[in-house]
């Protein structure tokens, strides 16, 4: 009962903290486009929808325990059919968001079939050979999707009752977007759904034996995770407003699963936090060296991984674990009083046992009184005070 106790309590205490802390994160992101430059509102928007791919990545690798290298492959799937729906058939932007969906969750139902027989390297293989041959197949493709020159589109544009900007504008439609597909990524994993996934990464065989249809359920894996990155993808015809097949080249898809490595697998902020690692590290690469930005890049890479193994998102539980195994010493050290220390150990300090007992002092002159017990034969034969003589016959 107490440990239930316990628990509860602190339940209850972690619930004001993430309501604070889910608040603070609202303002902070409501309040960004009329902080920051137009760039930087630009930058954030791709950190967002970066971060609803790598949520879909996320399901495929950090809790289904499958490999992809050809996420990219669904995300240039989903900002294609946004691409060619607005520039051919005229359509609303908003109206490309569930077709894009739609199409690369049916195209990554499609692709799990084959890949149920794959594991580990194999599947890994077979993904980035999706990824390698997608960008020359758009390439001929021409009279659907513009060859080597892509196509252009409009961008989105603010209503007149908004009186926002359009950076500002795109931003907000983003930033709901994304905050909707990561709970839709939290929900799915606290669903049956989610436990089989994990069941599944974590031992095949014992989850078949409690009942887990593994084909099933690691078809729905890609399916789903290809879902996620058409949406993204779809997301990045709005916010770029041109597409090209030189744009999604395989070079994304191992961007976006190292990403995800460096914000953290099976996380549900990994994403967010792999997705600002995407965006702004090859800013900075680009910034510290023009001549060689990937091997800045890649150094950063190892960095990360040297100091957080798990990721940034494990970071502050890395340092709060050793924190709290230093503190138990720390506090040990100061509870010790300066007049313990201050004694000096000595050697000659005569032990308990070895001192001599001192004996009774007699009176001057006379023997040495001795102490008579009940037992002594001296105590049974002595008459007692003022009794008369004893006989012979007594």
Request: proline letters at 7%; hydrophobic letters at 50%.
């Amino acid at each position: 009962m107490n440990t239930i106790t316990a628990a509860l309590g602190t339940d209850r205490a972690r619930r004001p903290r993430a309501a604070l802390t889910v608040l603070l994160a609202a303002a902070a992101a409501v309040g960004a486009p009329f902080y920051f430059a137009p760039f930087q509102v630009f930058q954030l928007t791709m950190v967002l929808l970066y971060a609803v791919a790598l949520a879909g990545l996320n399901l495929l690798v950090g809790f289904g325990g499958q490999i992809s290298l050809g996420h990219g492959a669904f995300f240039a799937a989903g900002a294609y059919t946004a691409a060619v729906m607005l520039d051919r058939y005229d359509t609303g932007h908003l109206a490309t968001l569930p077709a894009a969906a739609a199409g690369c969750f049916l195209l990554g139902l499609g692709f799990g079939v084959p890949a149920l027989r794959l594991r580990g390297l194999y599947l890994a293989l077979v993904t980035l050979s999706f990824a390698v041959f997608l960008p020359p197949l758009l390439k001929r493709l021409e009279p659907v999707t513009g060859g080597s020159m892509g196509l252009t589109v409009d961008k989105l544009q603010p209503p007149a009752w908004s009186g926002l900007a359009e950076d500002q504008w795109t931003y907000f439609v983003v930033l709901a977007v994304t905050v909707v597909a990561l709970l839709l990524a939290r929900n799915l994993l606290r669903s049956r759904v989610g436990r089989a996934l994990l069941a599944v990464r974590d031992n095949e065989s014992a989850a078949e034996v409690m009942g887990v249809r593994l084909s099933l359920h690691k078809t729905l894996a890609f399916a789903w995770s290809a879902m996620f990155a058409g949406v993204a993808g779809c997301l990045y015809t709005w916010v770029i407003g041109f597409v090209s097949p030189d744009s999604f080249s395989f070079v994304l898809s191992i961007t976006l699963l190292a990403g995800l490595v460096v914000g953290g697998l099976a996380s549900l902020y990994g994403p967010l936090l792999g997705a600002a690692f995407v965006m702004y590290v090859p800013s900075v690469s680009q910034d510290v060296s023009e001549a060689a930005p990937g091997v800045v890049f890649g150094l950063l890479i190892i960095t990360v991984m040297f100091v957080a193994p798990t990721g940034l998102a494990g970071l502050p539980g890395r340092v709060l674990g050793a924190v709290s195994r230093r503190l138990p010493r720390t506090t040990a050290a100061l509870d010790r009083t300066p007049e313990a220390d201050s004694v000096p150990e000595t050697d000659s300090v005569p032990e308990a046992d070895s001192v001599p007992e001192a004996e009774p002092k007699s009176p001057a002159g006379s023997r040495p009184a001795t102490t008579l017990t009940p037992a002594d034969p001296a105590v049974v034969d002595a008459e007692p005070v003022g009794a008369p003589p004893r006989t012979e016959k007594e």
